[in-house]
């Protein structure tokens, strides 16, 4: 969970005279695996050597929550000094179409500066496709994210007749399912898990096997699996 510093939506950048530190950017990646249907949630790691000044950075558009701390480096640290410690009340950040603005209004001391951040992750569609007797799995994101966890659930299914494919034209490419589930345990899967590789626009399908569940309805007393 992100702490937050309160987003406000901006018209236009509101500036001050106050002495602006230059920093530059050490990493600025995934903080946690991206999930379908969750906020993916970054870390932005800056340093600078100009203290008692303001620090301005620029962060993705539709940031939906910011968490800042600041750190010492071991060779700074004294005694006196948290190594670690929450910036949020001293920090603000602004909305814009195109970006998000976070201002520290007074980094002391600290030298790193880490920014959490929250954007709404990728989404995903499904729908059922009667005539191939297979649901059609639609993940999509504005960003560009890679090596996404994605799942969904079906009908239950012996583990050797789940089937998952990813549609490129006319193509069906066998995917790889990194996870089976069979949360009540009978021997038959209810939900799998799968990597998508990168996005913005991927389409899976996984056949239903009507034919099996229809069996089984009929005649009860067969194996679960």
Do not use: C
């Not at 034209?169 to 799998?192: F, H």
Request: hydrophobic share 40%.
């Amino acid at each position: 969970v992100l702490f937050l510093v309160n987003i406000a939506w901006a018209h236009q950048t509101s500036g001050t005279t106050d002495k602006v530190a230059d920093y530059k950017i050490l990493s600025d990646e995934p903080n946690v695996q991206v999930e379908v249907n969750k906020d993916a949630v970054f870390l932005k790691k800056i340093r600078t050597n100009q203290f008692h000044a303001k620090v301005v950075v620029e962060l993705p558009p539709g940031v939906t929550s910011v968490d800042v701390k600041g750190l010492l480096l071991p060779s700074s640290t004294s005694s006196s000094l948290n190594t670690n410690v929450n910036l949020n009340e001293r920090t603000t950040a602004e909305s814009f179409a195109d970006k998000t603005v976070v201002t520290i209004s007074d980094n002391d001391h600290y030298k790193d500066i880490e920014i959490f951040y929250a954007v709404p992750g990728p989404k995903k569609q499904e729908r059922i496709v009667m005539a191939e007797d297979a649901k059609e799995i639609f993940i999509s994101s504005e960003i560009h994210f890679t090596d996404i966890l994605a799942r969904t659930k079906i009908s239950p299914l012996p583990q050797e007749l789940v089937v998952l494919t990813n549609v490129q034209g006319t193509e069906k490419v066998p995917v790889e399912i990194t996870n089976y589930i069979d949360a009540d345990m009978d021997g038959l899967i209810e939900e799998i898990e799968w990597i998508v590789p990168h996005l913005s626009n991927e389409t899976y399908q996984i056949e239903l096997q009507t034919t099996f569940n229809n069996v089984r309805a009929n005649n009860p007393n067969l194996p679960t699996g």
